[in-house]
């Protein structure tokens, strides 16, 4: 039997805004993402969503969550936003904003609040599988219930 790992600060968050959510562990490997959890559970990649970490022409950070079968599309996101320019950060940054390291991103009890933006198309789902906070380890909830918590930013960035 494998070792039980520590409950996330992401798991912890869910648990404190009430929201029903289901782990679901997989085999993570460094660029599998969204399609490695994908074709490891039969879950449409669509549903399974991707949490991005941004920072705008000011060096203001953002939270970016979409489907994890479309890019960002960072000239209209910017436009979104209305912003010069939108870009991803680098992995060390990303882990100085989130306190998450790469590929273990949640959009769930990041180090410091961030703005989040999401895919407007995402809210139309059933249920979602996000980032719990570790490298292999999403969690299926309802969309209703992120957008509840987060507030996030209704966009059209998908390409």
Do not use: W
């Not at 790992?5 to 009430?18: K, S, W």
């Not at 912003?83 to 790469?102: N, W």
């Amino acid at each position: 039997m494998g070792r039980k790992q520590p409950v996330t600060r992401a798991i912890h968050a869910l648990r404190d805004a009430g929201i029903e959510f289901t782990e679901h562990p997989y085999d993570y490997a460094d660029g599998g993402g969204t399609t490695r959890f994908a074709k490891q559970t039969g879950v449409d990649e669509h549903a399974v969503i991707k949490t991005l970490v941004m920072v705008d022409e000011c060096g203001h950070g953002l939270l970016v969550l979409m489907h994890g079968d479309r890019e960002v599309s960072t000239k209209a996101l910017a436009r979104a936003l209305g912003v010069k320019s939108v870009a991803p950060v680098d992995p060390a940054a990303a882990h100085r904003m989130t306190g998450y390291q790469v590929g273990g991103i949640s959009p769930f009890g990041t180090r410091k609040p961030l703005p989040v933006c999401m895919e407007s198309t995402i809210v139309g789902l059933p249920k979602i599988y996000i980032n719990g906070g570790r490298r292999g380890l999403l969690v299926r909830l309802a969309p209703a219930d992120l957008v509840r918590v987060l507030d996030p930013t209704h966009v059209e960035a998908a390409r």
